[in-house]
Nanobody, 110 residues
Framework: QVHLVESGGGLVQPEGSLRLSCAASRSIFSVDVLWYRQVPGKKRELVAMITTGGSTNYLDSVKGRFTVSRDNAKNTVYLQMYSLKPEDTAMYYC?????WGQGTQVTVSS
């Protein structure tokens, strides 16, 4: 069992930035970590992922604006988000070790 805690969400104006963190209660050295987001009434969608080797993949709509990174020593994965748009508004979740975190809300609005 692993406990995941996301943080860093909040209210930001369009074109602003946020950095989300996902802290795990056990080592993430040997696992891929994924970031998802969900808007009420819609399916949860995969936003970004980072593999054990550091390879990354992104949802097309966030490419060039979001960067996922990992710090294995801290058991933490980050999602740096730039040039945020209102359509990025969602609850953001991390997923690894077969577990979900509780999510952190990102709201992009003027």
């Amino acid at each position: 069992q692993v406990h995941l805690v996301e943080s860093g969400g909040g209210l930001v104006q369009p074109e602003g930035s946020l950095r989300l963190s996902c802290a795990a209660s056990r080592s993430i050295f040997s696992v891929d970590v994924l970031w998802y987001r969900q808007v009420p009434g819609k399916k949860r969608e995969l936003v970004a992922m980072i593999t054990t080797g550091g390879s990354t993949n992104y949802l097309d709509s966030v490419k060039g604006r979001f960067t996922v990174s990992r710090d294995n020593a801290k058991n933490t994965v980050y999602l740096q988000m730039y040039s945020l748009k209102p359509e990025d508004t969602a609850m953001y979740y991390c997923y690894t070790w077969g577990q979900w975190g509780q999510g952190t809300q990102v709201t992009v609005s003027s």
